[in-house]
């Protein structure tokens, strides 16, 4: 598909850097300072990193990494929940890869399984249904992290779950939604923003509108933006320009697969299964209506009613991962970072996750 | 975890279609595509296809912002 190719095409990247820069320059010569741009999708940090545009875009935009990956942004009594839901007996435990090496208080997942816990790593959660499906004398329980992104696959699973008349599957829900945790870090005022690159992948499910409020309510822009070189240096150069104009205003810039109005289908099976939670995120408590949990009527497929887990308080690390997913600091002002943890030997979250924001710095932008 | 490379539509069987992504066949759902057509290309996240890619639409976004760097970044918003 050659137009997507051109995306990536090096030269236009390079003249698309340029004109970011120039841009940058005029803000900076207005303001005094640089600006600080979020993005709010661990893909976007992650894709930021390997194209080199962080790092080359340094001295001119700062772009700080906000809570966009699921794993890193799931508080850790949760994550000790769920590895702690591979010890029962007669059953099988399936998620989503990112999981399995994120270290628990005690052990991570990968190492319960290692001691003969029947783990297994599936791509979508429908192959999870099917687990169950042929294993009717075990319970199957499906790992069910994830963003707006996600959530409507995990209530496929669920449908497909009912229609196959299954009373040995379920989910445990530790579904986050992006709109509430972006409105409480702004409410807390703790880090400095000029505007959001705003998730491409979630907008393809809950649509541009849903970003409007940005704009209604904080008076700052967002810029829906696509994952390649010349896609995430155009999103940047949008919005500079929205600020040079002092325009606050929703931008999609990723319209080939971005609608208006999102993904009604999905929009339509999230009204039908799952009502709003409050949810506990990590290094920021609980953010009122922030994840979305399975109705009442569906308690059969709800993990979190089906097995009762009582873990204690999280053993207490050193890991600023917390801080980090809120823009806080960055991973080198984490005294662990590249030294008692790195992907091979992870304390985080953010370490062992393909969108987390230590795992993105150690890979492609270490010692600079 | 998110979405990934654009797969070929190759062949629509009811809920589920044959996509070519780069040279690899699978099965994929085709739920939240409803409009999906043989020879589309979607996203995929989790096996399912989210979104078709609106072609029209990537040309011409190329194309804007071809002319907006060629126009010594002249007036785009």
Known sequence: ?368 | MCLGVPAKVMKIEEQTALVDVMGSRMHVGIIFVPEVKEGDYVLLHAGQAMTVVDEKYARESIEEWRNVLNGKYGNLL
């Open chain 1, 1 to 368: 598909m050659e137009s997507m190719e051109t995306f990536s095409d090096p030269a236009l990247a390079r003249q698309s850097l340029e004109a970011v820069i120039e841009l940058a320059g005029q803000f900076k010569k207005e303001h005094g300072r640089i600006p600080v741009l979020m993005e709010v999708c661990g893909s976007h940090t992650m894709a930021f990193a390997r194209s080199g545009i962080k790092t080359r875009l340094k001295e001119h935009v700062r772009l700080i990494a906000g809570p966009g990956c699921p794993v890193c942004v799931t508080d850790q009594k949760s994550i000790d929940a769920m590895i702690q839901l591979a010890q029962g007996p007669n059953r099988i435990l399936c998620t989503f890869g990112d999981m399995m090496r994120v270290p628990g208080s005690r052990v991570s997942l990968m190492q319960a399984k290692t001691d003969g816990k029947d783990i297994r790593v599936v791509y979508s959660p429908l192959d999870s249904v099917k687990i169950a499906e042929e294993n009717p004398e075990k319970e199957v329980i499906f790992l069910g992290i994830g963003f707006e992104t996600t959530i409507p696959i995990l209530t496929l699973a669920i449908r497909e779950a009912e229609r196959r008349e299954l009373k040995n599957y379920s989910i445990w829900m530790t579904t986050k939604l992006v709109e509430p945790v972006m409105r409480a870090l702004l409410d807390s005022g703790e880090v400095t923003l000029d505007g959001f690159i705003l998730p491409g992948h979630v907008s393809v499910v809950l649509g541009k509108k849903s970003f409007e409020f940005l704009a209604e309510d904080y008076r700052t822009s967002g810029v829906i933006t696509g994952f390649e070189p010349v896609q995430l240096l155009s999103g940047i150069y949008k919005m500079l320009r929205l600020l040079l104009e002092n325009k606050p205003e929703v931008l999609n810039d990723y319209k080939y697969v971005v609608k208006d109005e999102g993904n009604l289908p999905a929009q339509e099976l999230l009204k039908q299964y799952l009502q709003l939670h409050d949810e506990d995120w990590r290094g920021m408590s609980t953010i009122p209506h922030s994840g979305l949990v399975l109705k009442d009527e569906y308690a059969q497929f709800d993990a979190k009613k089906k097995f009762k887990i009582s873990v204690g308080e999280p053993r207490k690390t050193k890991c600023r991962c917390g801080e980090i997913i809120r823009g806080l600091v960055t991973p080198e002002e984490c005294v662990l970072f590249n030294k008692g943890c790195t992907p091979a030997h992870p304390i985080g979250p953010c370490m062992v996750s393909t969108e987390g924001t230590c795992a993105a710095h150690y890979q492609y932008m270490r010692g600079e």
